[in-house]
T-cell receptor, first 114, second 109 residues
Framework: EAEVAQSPRYKITEKSQAVAFWCDPI?????LYWYRQILGQGPELLVQ????????DSQLPKDRFSAERLKGVDSTLKIQPAELGDSAMYLC????????????FGPGTRLTVL | GNSVTQMEGPVTLSEEAFLTINCTYT??????LFWYVQYPGEGLQLLLK?????DKGSNKGFEATYRKETTSFHLEKGSVQVSDSAVYFC????????FGAGTRLTVKP
């Protein structure tokens, strides 16, 4: 069964350092999402891509976060510099279409900022 | 805007007990509704979904019915098992996906 891949699974960094997360969606899925999930809460959307284009990044803290999906397949989410409050699970999801479709999630990257 | 409110946890049940986790939503359009499950240290897995009013989603003994009149999508299971212990998220998808805060379920032998 096709899955969304993410790496690394765990990342520990010190504040002010740069970190990057990678996501490979299910093959053929045009829409890719990055979410942040703080412990004890539901996921919150950071950015949504349709192919290589950003559809929604209204909740992305653009002073320190960036995301790209250059060839419309895999994607990278970067934080520079990391802050203590960025400690969370970062989830990637993909769908074949856009609105209303089932989102399939990767295993996530657990980020701890010290 | 669209939103989801789900029953606060944690919920602790004995094995074979009946489970209900309440979920209500607010939406301006006609969203699809989902229940996802998250096991410790993992991402979210789709449990079931319903795309229109009166649809019933079901999977692994879990059920939920899309009730437009009460704007609800309550999750039920007749007999829970220890392996059902996880966090359950209700979600709706219209132009974007909105999640509830999650309900932690612990099932004791």
């Amino acid at each position: 069964e096709a899955e969304v891949a993410q790496s690394p699974r765990y990342k520990i960094t010190e504040k002010s350092q740069a970190v990057a997360f990678w996501c490979d969606p299910i093959s053929g899925h045009a829409t890719l999402y990055w979410y942040r999930q703080i412990l004890g809460q539901g996921p919150e959307l950071l950015v949504q891509f349709q192919d290589e284009s950003v559809v929604d990044d209204s909740q992305l803290p653009k002073d320190r976060f960036s995301a790209e999906r250059l060839k419309g397949v895999d994607s990278t989410l970067k934080i520079q510099p990391a802050e203590l409050g960025d400690s969370a699970m970062y989830l990637c999801a993909s769908t074949a279409n856009r609105a209303g479709d089932t989102q399939y999630f990767g295993p996530g990257t657990r980020l701890t900022v010290l | 805007g669209n939103s989801v409110t789900q029953m606060e946890g944690p919920v602790t049940l004995s094995e074979e007990a009946f489970l209900t986790i309440n979920c209500t939503y607010t939406a301006t359009g006609y969203p699809s509704l989902f229940w996802y499950v998250q096991y410790p240290g993992e991402g979210l897995q789709l449990l079931l979904k319903a795309t229109k009013a009166d649809d019933k989603g079901s999977n692994k003994g879990f059920e939920a019915t899309y009730r437009k009149e009460t704007t609800s999508f309550h999750l039920e299971k007749g007999s829970v098992q220890v392996s059902d212990s996880a966090v359950y998220f209700c979600a709706l998808s219209d132009n974007d996906m909105r999640f509830g805060a999650g309900t932690r379920l612990t099932v004791k032998p």
